[in-house]
């Protein structure tokens, strides 16, 4: 639950603030700071930060100051309303962006910023390539699996992936075909000769991510067309001697 607000914009002590709320319903500073176990100093600044961002409302009676949860449905149509208002403002945003010249190195450290590598991914046209071992990848990357979940596979965005040849990937693809079929989510398996292998390899647009999964999270993305198109040549190579 406190993934899902931290994803609408909440810092963790407000997510813990917001949960406390719901439970409680309408209450003073004092109750929420003992309910969520927050200082109550802290809790009176964070409750401020709630009402300003539409979470929490502020409720006078008898001279005392209650606070009270925004309904979560609320919540759920305000997120759909900016999203609607940041598409439309989407065309003045891209022509502000500096045009890139030449290659970016970008270094991702840490599991919820190594998690961001894949970002562009979802609004990016064209072909995802990867190789993984869908265990080590769902760890390294659970919000952009969760993303994808909600992603629509069609002839502009397809992905083809090869995966280690477990139990698991290959339940895994099945999962994806039911939903997707095959027609725009290929996938392969890697001849058991060249298992295990470590890492993950992504390649979309003009970028290629890797990542070691070691004990220190830790991506590479590099932006440049040249490498992108030697690492999709390297995958088709690999692509032709992986198992259906």
């Not at 919820?112 to 080590?136: H, N, P, S």
Request: hydrophobic share 40%.
């Amino acid at each position: 639950m406190k993934e899902t607000l931290k994803a609408l914009g909440l810092e963790p002590k407000e997510a813990s603030i917001y949960i406390a709320l719901l439970e409680l319903g309408e209450a003073t500073v004092l109750q929420v700071s003992k309910k969520a176990r927050i200082k109550r100093p802290t809790a009176y600044v964070v409750l401020q930060s709630l009402e300003m961002k539409g979470f929490a409302a502020r409720v006078l009676r008898e001279k005392r100051t209650f606070y009270t949860p925004e309904h979560p449905e609320k919540l759920v149509i305000e997120s759909e309303l900016r999203t609607e208002e940041l598409k439309k403002a989407l065309p003045q945003f891209e022509a502000l962006m500096k045009k890139e010249t030449g290659p970016r190195v970008m270094i991702y450290e840490g599991k919820e910023d190594v998690d961001r590598a894949y970002d562009d991914v979802f609004i990016q046209k064209g072909e995802m390539l990867v190789i993984r071992v869908i265990k080590v990848s769902k760890e390294l990357f659970p919000g952009s699996f969760k993303k994808f979940e909600y992603k629509t596979f069609s002839p502009e965005y397809r992905a083809r992936e090869i995966l280690d040849n477990s139990d698991e990937a290959r339940s895994y693809a099945e999962d994806i075909w039911k939903k997707h079929g095959k027609t725009y989510r290929g996938i392969r398996f890697i001849p058991k000769e060249f298992l295990p292998i470590e890492g993950d390899i992504g390649i979309f647009g003009n970028n290629v991510v890797i990542t070691s999964p070691g004990k220190k999270y830790f991506t590479a993305r590099i932006d440049s067309e040249e490498i992108a198109r030697a690492f999709r040549v390297i995958f088709e190579m690999a692509w032709q001697s992986a198992k259906e």
